[in-house]
């Protein structure tokens, strides 16, 4: 995986909140106005617009203004990084549990052949 220092940072932080994924979750049906994804959150625009601008930041979503309307939209492939860093870490675990489970199996079977 080659990302850039700190991008996969960046990804988390932005993912780290519950309203900015709760404004993914959103955005994963189709894009949205920002008065329509700001009408469950109770909070002021300003607020809300800065968790839009920190998923903009970070490369998740995109905006775009049509007068007085802005729309957001997921950008295709901003979760690859994620996902591949994810599997990396799954592949690791995987591997080291594995190692773990059959050096327990080799323990039991010389407590076995012990007894």
Avoid at 30 to 37: F, I, K
Avoid at 57 to 78: C, N, Q, W
Avoid at 105 to 113: R, W
């Amino acid at each position: 995986m080659n990302l850039s220092p700190g991008q996969l940072d960046i990804l988390f932080q932005a993912l780290g909140d519950p309203t900015r994924r709760a404004i993914l979750d959103r955005l994963a049906r189709g894009p949205a106005t920002v008065t329509e994804l700001s009408a469950p959150f109770e909070m002021a625009l300003p607020s809300f617009l800065a968790h839009v601008r920190r998923l903009e930041a970070s490369g998740l979503v995109e905006t775009a203004k049509d007068g007085r309307v802005r729309t957001v939209t997921l950008v295709p492939g901003a979760f690859t990084p994620v996902r591949s860093w994810l599997d990396e870490q799954r592949a690791i675990w995987e591997g080291r549990l594995d190692r773990l489970d059959a050096y327990v199996q080799t323990l039991m079977q010389d407590n076995d052949d012990g007894t």
